[in-house]
């Protein structure tokens, strides 16, 4: 499995804007599909973006289709997620995961490697 450790997460006013990044270690990152997801207080954990190895496919969810953009570099081993226009529902832990398939990305489950976690607040 892939380790990873998310960063860039803080405070910031709704409107605002925050990128992510999401470091794997490991010589195989390039051949994994990668995603973030999110899990506010008292809720479950919620799919945000996934994007393949390759770069060339990404899925946004609902909420964060227009705002929220997945991308990836394969030479630094790194993932990001480049949030905009965000606003206080956007409160969150935000967790990186990795995994060979896309689906099971998307999905959220089966077996997938996921980070520590990054706080992002969003104040009205």
């Known amino acids: 499995q892939v380790q990873l450790v998310e960063s860039g997460g803080g405070l910031v006013q709704a409107g605002g804007s925050l990128r992510l990044s999401c470091a794997a270690s490991?010589?195989?990152?390039?051949?994994?599909?990668m995603g973030w997801f999110r899990q506010a207080p008292g809720k479950e954990r919620d799919f945000v973006a996934a994007i393949s190895w390759s770069g060339d496919s990404t899925y946004d969810a609902d909420s964060v289709q227009g705002r929220f953009t997945i991308s990836r570099d394969n030479a630094k081993n790194t993932v990001y997620l480049q949030m905009n226009s965000l606003n206080p529902e956007d409160t969150a832990v935000y967790y990186c995961?990795?995994?060979?398939?896309?689906?099971?990305?998307?999905?959220?489950?089966?077996?997938?490697?996921w980070g520590q976690g990054t706080q992002v607040t969003v104040s009205s």
């Open positions: 490991g010589r195989t990152f390039s051949t994994y599909a």
């Open positions: 995961a990795a995994d060979r398939l896309l689906d099971t990305v998307v999905a959220g489950t089966g077996a997938i490697s």
